[in-house]
Structures are given as C-alpha cells and as structure tokens.
C-alpha cells in the first residue's frame, strides 16, 4: 500500500474499532438481537470505507495521501470537487492566513472531503438495498422489517448532508473572511460536532456539559497530532540513520520509533473511539427533533 508511517498507526486504530464493534456485533446475534441485519449491514459499510480510504477495495487512485500537514508549502492531494479547489485557491492567494493558518484550513478541506466520501459509499450502499427492494413480488413481515432499515439509512443520509452543508458553509466563509479569532474551536471534527449539537435536541444544561466536553476532545487530538508529527519525524531519522551502518544509534531509534508508533497507535483509537460515541449522542439527539 505503500502508506506513511501516520496512515499505518490510523489504519491500525481504525481496525481495531472495527474488530471492537464485530466481536459486539457476534455477541448481539448469539443473543438474536439484530435479527433485521442492521447492525451487520452498518458494520459492512463500516468496513467499505475504511477499504476506500486506505486504497485496499481494489481501485486505483483511491487511496488517500498522507496529508495531514503541509509538506514545503503545497498540498500533495486533490479535493476531487470544483467548488473546493476554487475555494482553495482563493484561500491560498488571499494573504488572509499564516502558514499555520493555511495548514489547519488544509485539514478542514481534507476533513471535508471525506465526508463527500463517506456520504458517497453510504449513498452508493442505499441505492442497492433499493434496487433489491423493488423486485420484490410478495411483501412480507421480511420486508416491512427492510423499509426501516432503509428510513434508518435515509436519515443517516440526511444527517451526513446536513454536516456536508453545513461545513462547505464553514469553509466558503473562512475562505473568503479568515479565520474568527474568537472562535471557540479549531479542529474540523469538533466544530462539526458542535454545529450539530447546537441543531439537536439538547437542554441548556445538557448542551454546556457537550461543550466542555469537546474541549477535552479538542485537546486529545492535538494531542494526537503531536505525536503523528514526532512519528513522521522519527520516521525519517529511522531511514537516515538505516544508511549510516551505527548499530547503536540504530537501535536506540528503532526503540524511538517503536514507543512512538504504540503510542499514536493508542492515541488514535481513543480519538476515533471518542469520536464515535459523541457522534452516536448527537445522532440520537437529532432523531429526538424529527419525532
């Protein structure tokens, strides 16, 4: 695959979720709890975008490069959306951001990328489950039980479209203004999260615990980056001191490495874990709003 050695700890977080909620998913079906097959059919489309993400479904250019910072200046991917590469370009050119600035809006044009991604392959998985639903002939207790897995599906879509918007809508206004030095966050998932928890139905009292909350999450994802950084950069000393033949100096950086490596590993799942749990509360607090 080829990947860096950032996209390699990600990768491992990602499956380590992924393996958690199978082995709960086991557990649920042993009990004859999900006899609707939703769970199971959440955790396949779970897996798809991981594939996609980390170029293993099969198909060429789909993998995306590390780009978590910005290497000499110039970002080394595509948006993949004419309204985004504009938006970028009029960013880049303002002489509104720093190099700081520029690197943090990068993420938050990569960050949105994804969701189009992911709301693709959601997108992609619904419109099959239709087609398999039409040429039904006889409707049965089956089926009535597949039409609310696919209103289950179609709210997901409408949750994840509503973030779409949300966030272009972010990007086009601190692309053209800058950003708001006022602004209570800074990473793109927590202001996504945020966005959406102002729109779900929470207490007063309720909505401030989230808010101090995602200020705990924001600090373990910069957290996170730090240690992604501290691995790329012990990554390249890994493969200059290979070259130079000192035994010493090489094992003491592969020992560098390796505890770097565990702990982005950890860092990682707890930040994706985290994500996946205020994510789910948000979802449940949006559902409440169309009931």
Do not use: C
Not at 166 to 183: A, I, N, P, W
Request: aromatic share 6%; net charge neutral.
């Amino acid at each position: 695959l080829h990947l860096s050695a950032v996209k390699l700890a990600e990768l491992h977080s990602d499956l380590k979720i992924q393996e958690k909620d199978e082995l709960s998913w086991k557990k649920l079906k042993a009990e004859g709890l999900d006899e609707d097959g939703e769970k199971e059919a959440k955790l396949r489309r779970n897996l798809n975008v991981i594939m996609t993400k980390y170029g293993m479904n099969g198909k060429k250019d789909s993998q995306l490069v590390d780009t978590n910072y910005i290497k000499d200046g110039t970002e080394s991917d595509t948006l993949d959306d004419p309204r985004l590469e504009k938006l970028w370009s009029k960013a880049k050119t303002s002489g509104k951001f720093s190099d700081e600035e520029l690197a943090k809006l990068w993420r938050e044009f990569k960050h949105h990328k994804e969701k189009i991604r992911e709301y693709n392959i959601l997108l992609e998985t619904v419109s099959r489950t239709e087609d398999i639903h039409k040429n039904v002939i006889n409707p049965s207790e089956e089926n009535l039980v597949k039409e609310e897995i696919l209103h289950n599906k179609h709210r997901e879509l409408k949750d994840k479209l509503r973030s779409i918007n949300q966030g272009f809508e972010r990007l086009r206004k601190v692309s053209h203004q800058g950003y708001d030095t006022t602004s209570e966050f800074e990473e793109p998932r927590v202001i996504d999260l945020w966005d959406m928890a102002k729109s779900a139905n929470f207490t007063e009292k309720e909505l401030e615990s989230f808010r101090e909350e995602l200020k705990h999450f924001e600090a373990k994802i910069e957290k996170h980056h730090h240690y992604q950084k501290q691995l790329e950069i012990s990554h390249q000393k890994l493969k200059h001191v290979e070259g130079t033949g000192d035994k010493d100096h090489l094992n003491r950086n592969k020992e560098k490495y390796a505890m770097l490596e565990e702990k982005t590993k950890e860092l990682g799942y707890k930040v994706k874990k985290h994500l996946q749990d205020l994510s789910s509360r948000i979802s449940q607090g949006l559902q409440h709003n169309e009931l």
